[in-house]
Nanobody, 127 residues
Framework: QVQLVESGGGLVPAGGSLRLSCAASGRTVSSYGMGWFRQVLGKEREFVAH????????DYADSVKGRFTISRDNAKNTVYLQMNSLKPEDTAVYYC????????????????????WGQGTQVTVSS
């Protein structure tokens, strides 16, 4: 089993930045694809970003391209989401995900393809 714990969320004004971290435990996730999703209460979960096991492939939702960057440090068993130029519409609970099976760009956007989820961290962007 893989346990994922997110941190780094908080309240930030529009235009600001935050860096989310996701620390994995239980297993080394260097062979796992990792991702981020977000969800607003009452709305469907939304794909944000994905990074392959080696870090050589990344995918982003159109809504965050150019503003968010996903990265990983396999030595620390940790994945990050750097969020810049934040907008009020980025307000959501952000969830970290992990999956051992290969996650191509198409499947990575589907929440039902990810096996492991963190508890989430709240990000609030004020206008």
């Amino acid at each position: 089993q893989v346990q994922l714990v997110e941190s780094g969320g908080g309240l930030v004004p529009a235009g600001g930045s935050l860096r989310l971290s996701c620390a994995a435990s239980g297993r080394t996730v260097s062979s796992y694809g990792m991702g981020w999703f977000r969800q607003v209460l009452g709305k469907e979960r939304e794909f944000v970003a994905h990074i392959s096991a080696t870090g050589g492939n990344t995918d982003y939702a159109d809504s965050v391209k150019g503003r968010f960057t996903i990265s990983r440090d396999n030595a620390k068993n940790t994945v990050y989401l750097q969020m810049n130029s934040l907008k009020p519409e980025d307000t959501a609970v952000y969830y970290c995900t992990a999956e051992l099976a290969y996650m191509g760009s198409l499947y990575a956007t589907r929440g039902d393809k990810w096996s492991y989820w963190g508890q989430g961290t709240q990000v609030t962007v004020s206008s």
